[in-house]
């Protein structure tokens, strides 16, 4: 099994050269990345003129990954960590999932930041949305999250 940083990283450079096919190229170097590793603290915000694809990852095994634009704070510092604060995040995946409700038990934000390492991969808001798009799904479908559609033939929620 791959460690969770070097499967990024090789990730990152085989996007490189599908950015390159769609005609929305990106260097490896334009890559921002941020390896948060168990414990982590959610980043405190999104910094200003960048998008991120955003991921976490337990024991392992790739749980969610996905996208903000340059004006999603709180999707990406906070909405994950707490069950009602939007109508689809991780936490609220995992209280579902009959499996992991054993291991999440009461503070499921708490087990998250404990149990998960994080990634953040930032990205000049310059380089468009399509490409940040692009970038998610690629990563879908590199890493196979848990709790996402297009993971398995899972669903989301």
Not at 12 to 35: G, H, N, T
Not at 60 to 67: A, P, Q, S, T, V
Request: a neutral charge; charged letters at 25%; aromatic letters at 10%.
């Amino acid at each position: 099994m791959k460690d969770w940083k070097t499967e990024i990283d090789e990730a990152l450079k085989d996007f490189v050269k599908v950015s390159e096919i769609a005609r929305i190229p990106i260097a490896f170097e334009d890559f921002d990345v941020e390896y948060s590793h168990l414990p982590h603290n959610p980043p405190m915000r999104l910094p200003e003129n960048k998008m991120a694809i955003y991921g976490f990852c337990f024991q392992g095994n790739w749980l969610k990954i996905g996208k903000v634009g340059p004006n999603s704070q709180a999707r990406y510092t906070s909405q994950h960590y707490d069950p009602n604060r939007s109508r689809s995040n991780l936490s609220k995946s995992l209280l579902k999932d009959p499996e992991m409700q054993a291991l999440v038990k009461d503070n499921v934000g708490e087990w998250i930041k404990s149990n998960c390492n994080r990634v953040n991969i930032l990205v000049d808001k310059i380089h468009g949305l399509f490409l940040l798009s692009l970038l998610e799904a690629f990563l879908h479908a590199r890493l196979k999250p848990k709790y996402e559609s297009t993971a398995r033939g899972q669903q989301e929620d």
